[in-house]
T-cell receptor
């Protein structure tokens, strides 16, 4: 079974621009979560989508948004990019949304650099 | 607010040694505690996970010890190998409503030398 795929793998943008990242979950997985990984803040939860609905949200500004499609694929959008948004953005999928019996599988991430 | 504290930040052990990584949590609603391993350029991969109704879980060379009263848990890697050199993250998540939201520790960079 193919793993979680994320595109693109690398992105370079300038301040003020917006960016869209894509995540394809493992076949059959309905939950997709997004995390931001930086050297200073570590891994931080952005949001989770399940059946096309945002089910959980972390403490990030409204510039960070996402959506999920009927095939469970998910996109994450960051508007008005800031230098501090430079990070590795990780997507994780699971069957139904985590917890003791529901492993989250991570993709390789998209490395975003904001200049 | 950091809800999962992880230590040490880095660790160097010789091949065959037993590195131990410790984590402490604050939120008593957490009921699922996974450990992830991350190699450079890769996403985190689940190693082993535990629920608070057991005090220890072993999978291969990896063991989690869990102390519910102290709100602490640790990862032991038996007979460590150079291939175990990676960054290890502990994590925690809550009940069904927030089960998908993993709160991660800050990570431990492990180096296993020959």
């Amino acid at each position: 079974k193919a793993g979680v795929t994320q595109t693109p793998r690398y992105l370079i943008k300038t301040r003020g621009q917006q960016v869209t990242l894509s995540c394809s979950p493992i076949s059959g997985h309905r939950s997709v979560s997004w995390y931001q990984q930086t050297p200073g803040q570590g891994l931080q939860f952005l949001f989770e989508y399940f059946s096309e609905t945002q089910r959980n949200k972390g403490n990030f500004p409204g510039r960070f948004s996402g959506r999920q499609f009927s095939n469970s694929r998910s996109e994450m959008n960051v508007s008005t990019l800031e230098l501090g948004d430079s990070a590795l953005y990780l997507c994780a999928s699971s069957l139904a949304g985590g917890g003791a019996t529901d492993t989250q599988y991570f993709g390789p991430g998209t490395r975003l650099t904001v200049l | 607010q950091q809800q999962v504290k992880q230590s040490p930040q880095s660790l160097i052990v010789q091949k065959g040694g037993i590195p131990i990584i410790n984590c402490a949590y604050e939120n008593t609603a957490f009921d699922y505690f996974p450990w992830y391993q991350q190699f450079p350029g890769k996403g985190p991969a689940l190693l082993i996970a535990i629920r608070p109704d057991v005090s220890e879980k072993k999978e291969g060379r990896f063991t989690i010890s869990f102390n519910k009263s102290a709100k602490q848990f640790s990862l032991h890697i038996m007979d460590s190998q150079p291939g175990d050199s990676a960054t290890y993250f502990c994590a925690a998540s809550g009940n069904t409503g927030t089960a998908s939201k993993l709160t991660f520790g800050t990570g431990t960079r492990l180096q296993v030398t020959l």
